[in-house]
């Protein structure tokens, strides 16, 4: 897969950067030859290669579980909006530079 101008043109409008045409060639040839590095990469045989340690197994995961069950650990209980505290609606508006009454009003920024 190689990367075209006309993709460097769509990700920069998108990210909305304005590239000179020396950077926009700079990055043509960035992103091609790290797709090309990924190639090459893709071309090595890892049948024998053990998978990386987690991070999360250093912290006593179980180890007996499987997929999703060893993160079990990780999860929290939802709790609901009325059970905690929280700054009021109308005391967090009380301090907002601009306000329609409702909601917080902010300068635009994507002039697009």
Known sequence: MKVTEKD???VADLANLELTEDERA???RDLNSILEYIDRLNQLDTTNVPPMAQVSDR???????TGSARFAYASREDILEGLRKSLPHEVALENAPDTDGT??????????
């Open 8 to 10: 460097v043109a769509y």
């Open 26 to 28: 700079r990055m043509l």
């Open 59 to 65: 912290y006593g995961v179980d180890e007996s579980k």
């Open 103 to 112: 909601f917080f009003k902010v300068p635009k920024v994507i002039e697009r």
